[in-house]
């Protein structure tokens, strides 16, 4: 495995890029980035995470200057990260999913954002589906209780747009503004790099999701307020990398199960897991019922397979 190192001087930021198997839409991440960073001096490193789709190479030849990793096996986001950003030495690192696409400044604005909130540690920008039309999930607020009642019993789904029934998703908000949130997603995360040590990084349990928002929320017990700036835009697929549904819900699942486990305390820790199987369970059932009413047979494949790994996700990581 090719180790990762880098020269006394250093830019303002390293950028990490973890890629599997996404070989055009990482070309493209990484043509957009430096087309569009802006007025930003930044150092560059692509982990391939066993890519078989021929991504390290068509990496190598498309942007030779850059730093390529070639991962031997599929370490997941967090480690990969990790492995990056022990040796960085830059004053900031930004973490760049490989389905994104820089927008003018993005980069630039972000840092510029970053350095004058330092009371939030963690930022975030805005991120838009390829149509321009807003993708929500650059960022969210965290589980409680009550956000896992509303999307186990549907509320989150009928009421979108409402704070109330959808307190995760931060809904009504479109992420047009300066914001304090809980959660900056990995798909577009600047943080200190300081900070990164002194949390020690992403917790490398979480095998795939998750881990962001565990680290925003080790960064709040040391203070911080995690922020959003809408300047820093950027457009985000969401999942590319995952091309079965069912595996992303799991992972997604097991995610959040570990989550609950890590966070909570006390009685709410099974009340939240008890959430998390009600969720599902009304899936299971809502997608049975339409596979018999509009023979809607695909979807209720789907839910049947995560229902039937149930114990696996509740366990978490």
């Known amino acids: ?20 198997n996404t070989r055009d839409l990482t070309l493209r991440a990484l043509e957009t980035l430096f087309a569009n960073a802006g007025d930003v001096s ?25 730093e390529l990793v070639r991962s031997d096996e599929n370490l997941g986001f967090a480690v990969a990260n990790n492995r990056v950003a022990e040796a960085a030495d830059t004053e900031w690192l930004l973490l760049l999913n490989p389905d994104t696409e820089t927008y003018p400044r ?26 321009g039309s ?6 969210w607020n965290t589980m409680s209780v009550w ?43 600047l943080i200190r790099t300081d900070l990164w040590h002194k949390l020690g990084g992403f ?23 995690p922020m959003i700036t809408p300047d ?15 595996e992303k819900i799991v992972q997604l699942m097991r995610a959040k199960a570990t989550l609950v486990r890590d966070h909570w305390r006390g009685w709410r820790v099974p009340l939240g897991l008890g ?13 049975a019922i339409a596979a018999t009413v509009r023979g809607e047979a695909a979807r209720a494949s789907v839910w049947r397979r995560v229902w039937r790994d149930r114990r696996e996700w509740l366990s978490g990581y």
Request: charged share 20%.
């Open 42 to 66: 930044m150092r560059v490193v692509v982990w391939d995470n066993a890519s078989h789709d021929g991504s390290a190479d068509a990496i190598a030849q498309a942007f030779p200057d850059i």
């Open 275 to 287: 959430m998390l199987w009600l969720w599902i369970a009304t899936r299971r059932a809502g997608s």
């Open 1 to 20: 495995m090719t180790d990762v190192t880098y020269s006394a001087v250093s830019p303002e930021v390293t950028v990490i890029v973890v890629s599997y």
């Open 134 to 139: 807003l993708n929500a999930a650059s960022c």
């Open 232 to 246: 820093a835009q950027i457009m985000h697929l969401v999942g590319a990398s995952t091309s079965k549904r069912e």
């Open 106 to 131: 993005a980069v630039e604005n972000i840092l510029r954002f970053g350095r004058e909130h330092p009371e939030a540690g963690i930022v975030g920008g805005r991120t838009v589906f390829p149509d």
């Open 203 to 225: 917790n490398q349990r979480y095998f795939m999701y998750g881990e962001e928002h565990d680290l925003c929320l080790r960064a709040a017990q040391l203070g911080y307020r």
């Open 147 to 189: 956000s896992l009642f509303c999307s186990a019993v549907g509320l989150s789904r009928l009421f979108p747009d409402t704070i109330a029934f959808n307190p995760e998703g931060i809904g009504g908000w479109k992420r047009d503004s300066v914001r304090h949130v809980d959660v900056v997603v990995g798909c577009f995360l």
